[in-house]
């Protein structure tokens, strides 16, 4: 039996019994209990439990490897790393956004509060005062993470939580141009106003607004980096 294939015998034999007979906070035998009861080498149990902790199914600790609660982030963060920087990406995640921020409306309006109401205002007037492109782009972040957290959505959280780097890049190369930053600030006030008055039309149609604005700018943004032709004709 090959070492990869090794490992990958211990990490599922590892997960089944975690599955079926642990629970989050339960300590787990440590590394050579594992390989005597497994028959396998300590590195063997040492590298199953480096991946079953990069999924975030345990944590170690100076007692042994501990189980930790299910958490779908850590899917995420793997997940991360593979999205690329094509204008398809780049609108396949601006309506992942916008399904996520529509979606959780009725939720938000039923839970959000004056001082939500009044974080979501210091957002903007972050967004405002950014000097920088990327100093805008965390702000608009932190004002649609703001939503999904009023929303109580745990996995929403987590999603978001997750991809905060991509979708902050993505967020940046649409502040590339400053003289957006006024319709944008406009749109997250008409956003604000809306929750303020629980409307849920009203709301949904700000943000669908919102999302449909940032789509120009990106098309527009992707259309300015693109190679422009030379105007020289072969002969």
């Known amino acids: 039996m090959s070492r990869t294939s090794a490992v990958e015998s211990v990490v599922e034999a590892l997960r089944t019994e975690i599955r079926q007979n642990h629970k989050p906070g339960d300590l787990m ?5 594992i390989a005597e009861r497994l028959d396998v080498s300590r590195n063997t149990v040492r590298e199953a439990l480096i991946h079953l902790e990069a999924f975030g199914i345990i944590e170690k600790t100076q007692r042994g490897p501990r189980i930790c ?4 982030s850590a899917v995420f963060h793997i997940m991360d790393q593979y999205f690329d920087r094509s204008l398809k990406t780049c609108q396949d995640l601006l309506n992942f956004r916008r399904m996520m921020d529509v979606g959780a409306l009725p939720q938000v309006l039923q839970r959000i509060t004056d001082a939500d109401l009044a974080l979501l205002e210091r957002h903007v007037e972050h967004m405002d005062r950014a000097l920088t492109a990327h100093e805008a782009a965390l702000a608009d972040f932190a ?12 996995v929403a959280m987590k999603l978001y939580t997750a991809l905060t780097h991509t979708l ?28 303020k008055a629980r409307a849920l039309d009203a709301a949904t149609a700000a943000l669908s607004d919102h999302y449909d604005y940032s789509e120009r700018n990106l098309l527009l943004a992707f259309q300015k980096s693109a190679p422009q032709p030379t105007g ?3 002969t």
Not at 29 to 33: A, G, K, L, P, T
Not at 69 to 72: E, L, N, S
Not at 143 to 154: A, G, P
């Open 143 to 154: 004002f649609h993470n703001e939503i999904i957290r009023i929303s109580d959505n745990s």
């Open 29 to 33: 035998q440590n590394e050579r209990q």
């Open 232 to 234: 020289m004709e072969d």
């Open 69 to 72: 609660a299910p958490d779908v």
């Open 168 to 195: 902050v890049f993505y967020m940046e190369i649409g502040k590339s141009n400053p003289a957006n930053s006024e319709r944008t600030a406009a749109a997250h006030h008409a956003i604000i106003a809306a929750l």
